[in-house]
């Protein structure tokens, strides 16, 4: 791209990309992105490609001369777009289904453009600010106690991260900030105790925290999948008797594989009778205690230490935002915090009283995105009635299928429905290794017809399809187009 001087010569345009062309991309990305919205239920759920397929099409080497971005643009539309798996689509049922709404949408590319980097309040006071009210916001609508604090992390998993570090940070005597835990004969094995379905982010946590893999107890469930907190207590009372030394237990609203919700309370009152930190899973099935009638199913949320929801789940924020609420503020930054030189402003080495917050003091990382942007303009679009609404029409749908399940003798239902994920099995085949295999077959053939996309897990070591509803485009025509497809599969797989 050459630049024109008054005098007719030309030099290399250093800067960015002239404004006329970028307006006129823009202009062109609003209608890619208008356009894939409203068209997207027309491509399959899952793209027709193998591994290496994309990698292929594209050229080994960066450009040496610039590009247009009409090109670019071309060349997203042609070979970008058609090769995403999409989690946009109506008939995304798998894992956990999640929406980038449209006010979302606004919110991330209004980030982009801004590029600040929320470190510190005096790097980004507005990104400062409107993520802690965007938080409480959240709090309050979650019934949570005023003392709880919230910030924003990419993902629930580094917020699981920064809260066991949290909890670890809290055991004073042994000085683990300053000392570290390696060549040291005085501290005992730390110890976490999880639902044995907890989620994986969790055992991860302990690895990275020098905490060890082992150091994490399942702790057995019952019939609908939930912590059975007497074997929880004996569990710590085995370690305590051993020597060990218990400091956390994590508490799953809705667990990964069937959403199931622990008895916080009772965990609570185990954690307080012990000194243990409370941190609570509630990735998914956070966004849902927005609902007063369901956020009566998660009793003891308020007693937690801290608490991590995701609103890029089920509150329809594009990826990625997740919300870590922790109830001593204070406690958690000392966890984390360090003034560099560099990064003192008047601000923050004024009286303690007087200091707003830094964010880059809540966890490991110094840079920050502006994502309480996207969360405020989704909270602000749809306001809290309408989030309400929207996540009731998933549960209503939900409930709508699994009652198509449980009336069909060919199928079964294999976990209770919180929230809105159905977890069912075909009953077909003698053996369980047998049924394990027409199962996965099924799956594969309603995943081959395109329309829809779902997912599995195991429970008792046998196969499990996973259909879950969270995108703002599924309709009850998705839901039943789904069923239709399973069905047939069922006649196919059953010949
Ligand atoms: C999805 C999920 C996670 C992990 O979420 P990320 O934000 O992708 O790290 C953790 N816990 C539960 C219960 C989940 O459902």
Request: hydrophobic fraction near 40%; aromatic fraction near 8%.
């Amino acid at each position: 791209m050459q630049e024109r001087h008054k005098d007719g010569t030309e030099t290399p345009n250093l800067g960015d990309v002239p404004a006329d062309e970028f307006r006129s991309a823009m202009h062109r990305v609003a209608d890619l992105v208008c356009d894939y919205l409203e068209g997207v239920g027309e491509y399959p759920v899952l793209p027709s490609v193998r591994p290496g397929d994309v990698a292929r099409s594209l050229p080994e080497s960066a450009p040496e001369e610039p590009e247009s971005l009409e090109a670019i643009l071309a060349d997203y539309k042609g070979l970008i777009e058609p090769n995403i798996t999409h989690w946009n689509h109506p008939g995304f049922f798998a894992y956990f289904a999640n929406t980038g709404s449209r006010p979302g949408i606004l919110g991330e590319t209004l980030a982009a453009a801004l590029n600040v980097n929320a470190m510190l309040w005096k790097s980004g006071p507005a990104a400062t600010e409107l993520e802690e009210r965007v938080c409480d916001w959240l709090r309050q609508l979650l019934e949570l106690p005023p003392e709880f604090r919230g910030h924003i992390n990419d993902t629930a998993s580094m917020s699981t991260l920064l809260a066991l570090a949290a909890a670890r940070h809290r055991l004073s005597e042994y000085q683990i900030r300053e000392c570290g835990m390696g060549g040291r004969s005085d501290i005992p094995a730390l110890v976490v105790y999880a639902n044995e379905q907890v989620h994986s982010s969790i055992d991860k946590a302990m690895i990275v925290l020098g905490l060890g893999h082992e150091n994490l107890r399942r702790v057995d469930t019952d019939l609908a999948y939930r912590l059975d907190s007497r074997h929880l207590e004996a569990l710590i009372r085995e370690d305590l008797a051993a020597g060990h030394r218990p400091i956390a237990v994590v508490a799953t609203v809705g667990t990964t594989s069937t959403t199931a919700i622990d008895p916080v309370e009772e965990i609570a009152q185990i954690c307080r009778r012990h000194d243990l930190w409370l941190h609570v899973d509630a990735a998914y099935g956070g966004s849902a205690g927005i609902c007063p009638e369901l956020r009566a199913q998660m009793k003891g949320l308020e007693s937690a230490s801290s608490i991590v929801v995701n609103p890029h789940k089920w509150l329809f924020v594009p990826m990625d935002c997740s919300v870590l609420f922790v109830r001593d503020k204070e406690g958690f930054e000392s966890t984390f915090s360090l003034l560099p030189e560099y990064l003192k402003t008047p601000e923050n080495t004024a009286e303690a009283a007087s200091r707003p917050t830094d964010l880059m003091n809540l966890g490991v990382q110094l840079g920050r995105r502006f994502r309480s942007l996207k969360l405020w303009m989704v909270m602000r679009a749809f306001g809290v009635s309408g989030l309400r609404a929207r996540i009731r029409e998933h549960c209503r749908l939900a409930q709508l299928f699994a009652g198509w399940v449980e009336a069909d003798p060919r199928f079964e239902l294999r976990a209770p429905v919180p929230f809105s994920l159905v977890c069912f099995r075909a009953v077909l085949g003698e053996s369980g290794e047998e049924q394990d295999r027409l199962n996965e077959a099924i799956l594969a053939r309603v995943n081959a017809a395109g329309p829809v996309f779902l997912s599995h897990t195991q429970l008792e070591g046998r196969w499990v399809l996973r259909l879950s509803i969270g995108n703002l485009r599924t309709t009850e025509k998705h839901v039943v187009q789904a069923w239709d497809l399973i069905r047939e599969a069922w006649e196919s797989v059953a010949l």
